[in-house]
């Protein structure tokens, strides 16, 4: 007798893809969903089970409600040339309505009530296009995992900045405002200067053209008491 279809829809269908480096657990989650109004009991199987480790390996998934079960793949040094035969086994079957013992009502399961959906494994290395990428996002990954003190922090800290930036801004208006009094001042300095030197050499002209206009007069008298004197 054939077995009744999956009821279990399954997030892969059919393939669960780990994506190395394999040096760390890297883990693949597949989603389990009850689409009908029976609870349905699961079981997660595996061909290699020294390989993986699966949470929650077994369970019950309320009508009409879904679960994701974690599978993890132990570190392993990985072979490109190496083909995948590893596999898994979703097996599932209408949970009994009066169920007190989920192993019992597994044990006293027929063949034709169990329902199951295979999976294969398939692995993959980031290519370097994709590790390039990988780093260039990491800051903002890093960052949207930041808890609220650190946020707290960052946000403090560039307040403290920006209050910086206005203080040094204030300051160099300042100096602007002392330099451009400070060559005002220069200039009124050169400016009374020029006068007073200006002034200085009027007064020395005028001086001078006395002293000649004095030595012209005495000239003259001399030669008007020179003739007296014949």
Request: hydrophobic share 35%; proline share 5%; aromatic share 4%.
């Given at each position: 007798m054939a077995r009744p279809e999956?009821?279990?829809?399954?997030e892969p269908q059919h393939e669960l893809k780990f994506r190395g480096p394999f040096t760390d657990v890297v883990t693949a989650t597949l989603k389990l969903t009850n689409p009908t109004d029976r609870n349905v009991c699961f079981k997660v199987k595996t061909t290699a089970p020294r390989r993986y480790c699966v949470r929650p390996n077994s369970?019950?998934?309320?009508?009409?409600t879904s679960i994701n079960v974690s599978v993890m793949l132990q570190p392993f040094d990985y072979d490109p040339n190496e083909k995948s035969k590893h596999k898994f086994m979703v097996q599932s079957l209408l949970a009994?309505?009066?169920?007190?013992?989920?192993?019992?009502?597994?044990?006293?399961?027929k063949p034709e009530e169990l329902m199951d959906s295979k999976l294969r494994c398939a692995f993959e290395m980031p290519l370097e296009n994709d590790k390039t990428t990988e780093h260039s996002v990491l800051p903002?990954?890093?960052?949207?995992?930041?808890?609220?003190?650190?946020?707290?922090?960052?946000?403090?800290?560039c307040k403290?900045?920006?209050?910086?930036?206005?203080?040094?801004?204030?300051?160099?208006k300042q100096i602007r405002e002392d330099d451009g009094l400070r060559k005002r001042k220069v200039t009124s300095v050169a400016a009374s200067h020029s006068s007073a030197m200006a002034t200085s050499a009027v007064r020395d002209e005028g001086l001078?053209?006395?002293?000649?206009?004095?030595?012209v007069l005495l000239f003259v008298i001399?030669?008007?008491?020179?003739?007296?004197?014949?």
């Amino acid at each position: 007798m054939a077995r009744p279809e999956q009821v279990l829809v399954l997030e892969p269908q059919h393939e669960l893809k780990f994506r190395g480096p394999f040096t760390d657990v890297v883990t693949a989650t597949l989603k389990l969903t009850n689409p009908t109004d029976r609870n349905v009991c699961f079981k997660v199987k595996t061909t290699a089970p020294r390989r993986y480790c699966v949470r929650p390996n077994s369970g019950i998934i309320d009508a009409g409600t879904s679960i994701n079960v974690s599978v993890m793949l132990q570190p392993f040094d990985y072979d490109p040339n190496e083909k995948s035969k590893h596999k898994f086994m979703v097996q599932s079957l209408l949970a009994p309505y009066d169920m007190t013992d989920m192993e019992g009502v597994w044990k006293e399961a027929k063949p034709e009530e169990l329902m199951d959906s295979k999976l294969r494994c398939a692995f993959e290395m980031p290519l370097e296009n994709d590790k390039t990428t990988e780093h260039s996002v990491l800051p903002k990954s890093a960052s949207a995992s930041l808890d609220d003190g650190e946020v707290k922090k960052i946000m403090e800290e560039c307040k403290r900045l920006q209050m910086e930036v206005q203080r040094l801004r204030e300051e160099n208006k300042q100096i602007r405002e002392d330099d451009g009094l400070r060559k005002r001042k220069v200039t009124s300095v050169a400016a009374s200067h020029s006068s007073a030197m200006a002034t200085s050499a009027v007064r020395d002209e005028g001086l001078s053209t006395r002293v000649l206009a004095l030595c012209v007069l005495l000239f003259v008298i001399g030669v008007i008491i020179g003739k007296l004197a014949l």
